[in-house]
């Protein structure tokens, strides 16, 4: 059955309460979601540069014994040519084998100092990994502070945010699929979340523009959906003002 225009204020006003109530329970928690997610975030690019640190010290040492392998074969070859030398037959044997053992020794002193050199890449890595540690374990224990800060907040309100989800899944329901949309649209367009708001003292009670008397009256009456023309807001009705009665003044008795 096609729902009236009063049913459907009704029920997308109610999804504008529950959603509101649902705003201000995670108000309270403030920033500390997205200051938890930039820690994680920041935690996760400090495991990644240790982890490039340690893959380039395994590089480096990977590469030292390498290059000390190197100078063993090279020691070889010198046992080698040294003993060929001692039993040479002519002058350019005994210069072929001569320039061989230079080369060899060559190589020797190539590789000890470029074993040196990674050597003191591996210190200076270490230290940064060491520092950057110590950097991580500092931001761990914020992440730790706020995660328990965030999960005892969040403990409070956590049967009310529960009870509000399940009835907000109920209200959903109540509401046509295209005001949903448009409801969707203007709450995220909305700083304050508000996508239908009431009539309050004659104004809007989103913008707070005053909504003229004539607006008001077809807002009461409920015969078709109303927006406000500043904010673009849904009008869902106008709020009575309560006027106080002032007290009877007392009566002065009159002196004898």
Do not use: W
Request: a negative charge; one cysteine or more; hydrophobic letters at 35%.
């Amino acid at each position: 059955m096609e729902s009236t225009v009063a049913q459907k204020l009704e029920a997308i006003h109610n999804l504008q309460l529950i959603d509101s109530r649902l705003d201000s329970i995670i108000k309270v928690r403030g920033a500390l979601p997205e200051e938890v997610q930039d820690l994680e975030d920041e935690i996760a690019g400090y495991e990644t540069r240790l982890e490039k640190f340690n893959n380039e010290i395994q590089s480096f040492e990977d590469e030292i014994k390498a290059l000390k392998d190197s100078i063993k074969e090279s020691e070889k070859l010198i046992k080698k040519y040294q003993e060929q030398q001692m039993n040479v037959r002519n002058n350019r044997e005994y210069d072929a084998i001569t320039k061989e053992l230079e080369l060899q020794d060559l190589e020797i002193q190539v590789a000890k100092k470029k074993i040196g050199e990674a050597g003191v890449r591996i210190d200076t890595k270490k230290h940064d990994l060491d520092e950057l540690t110590e950097v991580m374990k500092d931001r761990q224990k914020d992440l730790d502070l706020k995660k328990d800060e965030l999960s005892t907040i969040i403990s409070e309100s956590e049967n009310e945010e529960a009870k509000l989800n399940a009835d907000r899944e109920k209200a959903v329901k109540k509401v046509e699929e295209r005001l949903l949309k448009s409801y969707a649209k203007i709450r995220a367009n909305a700083k304050n979340g508000l996508a239908v708001v009431m009539v309050k003292r004659g104004a809007c009670g989103g913008c707070f523009n005053t909504v003229p008397p004539q607006r008001q009256a077809d807002i009461r009456e409920k015969k078709k959906l109303i927006v406000c023309e500043h904010c673009g807001r849904i009008l869902a009705g106008v709020e009575d003002e309560i006027v106080e009665e002032p007290a009877p003044k007392r009566k002065r008795t009159a002196r004898s």
